[in-house]
C-alpha cells in the first residue's frame, strides 16, 4: 500500500505474521531512485532506517533517509 499523500511519501511493509510498519521517505520516490523498486507484492528489505518518537498507532512510523538501503534480494550478507 502506497501513501502518496503530503511533503513525504510513505509506504506500509508486512511481515509473514501481517504485522505492518509504515515507512516514510524523505525524498518522492522517483527523487530517490525507488520508483522501479517500492511496488506491491515485491520482497523487499531495508535497513538503516530512523524511528522517530513513539508513533505506533495504527502500525508503527519508521523513517528512510539518506542512509536507508533498500534491497530486493535479501540475501545480502549485511542483511543476513
Given at each position: 500500500?502506497?501513501?502518496?499523500?503530503g511533503s513525504s511519501p510513505a509506504f506500509y511493509l508486512a511481515d509473514g505474521r501481517l504485522n505492518f510498519v509504515k515507512v516514510?521517505?524523505?525524498?518522492?520516490?522517483?527523487?530517490?531512485?525507488?520508483?522501479?523498486?517500492?511496488?506491491?507484492?515485491?520482497?523487499?528489505?531495508?535497513?538503516?532506517?530512523?524511528?522517530?518518537?513513539?508513533?505506533?498507532?495504527?502500525?508503527?512510523?519508521?523513517?528512510?533517509?539518506?542512509?536507508?538501503?533498500?534491497?530486493?534480494?535479501?540475501?545480502?550478507?549485511?542483511?543476513?
Open positions: 500500500v502506497i501513501d502518496e499523500q516514510r521517505c524523505f525524498n518522492s520516490f522517483s527523487q530517490a531512485g525507488l520508483e522501479d523498486v517500492v511496488k506491491p507484492g515485491v520482497l523487499l528489505s531495508l535497513s538503516n532506517l530512523q524511528l522517530r518518537g513513539q508513533s505506533l498507532h495504527p502500525a508503527p512510523v519508521v523513517y528512510a533517509g539518506d542512509l536507508t538501503v533498500f534491497s530486493t534480494n535479501p540475501k545480502e550478507a549485511h542483511l543476513q
